[in-house]
């Protein structure tokens, strides 16, 4: 077990639904980033969030958005799902805004999503 | 902008055999570097990084990384493969400078160990 939570592990939805994706990072870790791994594209970082505020933004669809609430957890929403969307979307933690610190980085096992 | 390569999406190698998985960086500042390994159906797991502290890092399992800047590289190795090594491989860099220090990583690389 990393520390890190994600959940659902498995999500399967129709195309057009909604989603809600959720990481609740290890304890004492202030910053979340979301990653999407596909086949075609590897992994993608998507956005970054520390102590509450959006503070780096990667290829992250307009479809898509993100928020780290005042207990540190995070949600990524995904809308107007499209087959392409259906990826592995991890979360990483890490105490600082830098990823610096003795740990660095730490993982979750991902959500799996497949769109229908 | 920092950016990953590694050579050979796929290594295969004999049990008890070197590992050498191969990764190059592109950086404008020192870099901070690390691996990770993959298994099936399961999160990314720290395995090292360089902070520029050592030039040869251990990490767990028995993998070690060397950075040489002439060569911008950053290859991991083991003396000796073993059947639990079998899984996918990536290395990252960290970006640095204003708010950016997301982890860039490169494609892959799937280890197979054969008996």
């Known amino acids: 077990d990393s520390g890190v939570t994600q959940t659902p592990k498995h999500l399967i939805t129709a195309t057009g639904q909604r989603v809600t994706l959720r990481c609740s990072p290890r304890?004492?870790?202030?910053?979340v980033y979301w990653y999407q791994q596909s086949l075609d594209q590897g992994l993608q970082f998507l956005i970054q969030y520390y102590n509450g505020e959006e503070r780096a933004k990667g290829n992250i669809l307009e479809r898509f958005s993100a928020q780290q609430f005042p207990d540190l957890h995070s949600e990524l929403n995904l809308s107007s799902l499209e087959l392409g969307d259906s990826a592995l979307y991890f979360c990483a933690s890490s105490p600082t805004g830098t990823g610096g610190g003795g740990v660095g980085y730490t993982f979750g096992s991902g959500t799996r999503l497949t769109v229908v | 902008a920092q950016s990953v390569t590694q050579l050979g999406s796929h290594v295969s190698v004999s049990e008890g055999a070197l590992v050498l998985l191969r990764c190059n960086y592109s950086?404008?500042?020192?870099?901070?570097l690390f691996w990770y390994v993959q298994y099936p159906n399961q999160g990314l797991q720290l395995l090292l990084k360089y902070t520029s502290a050592a030039t040869l890092v251990k990490g767990i399992n028995g993998f070690e990384a060397e950075f040489k800047k002439s060569e911008t590289s950053f290859h991991l190795t083991k003396p000796s493969a073993h059947m639990s090594d079998a899984a996918e491989y990536f290395c990252a860099v960290r970006g640095s400078g204003g708010s950016n220090y997301k982890l860039t990583f490169g494609k892959g690389t799937l280890l197979t160990v054969n008996p």
């Open positions: 304890s004492g870790d202030l910053s």
């Open positions: 950086s404008s500042v020192p870099p901070y």
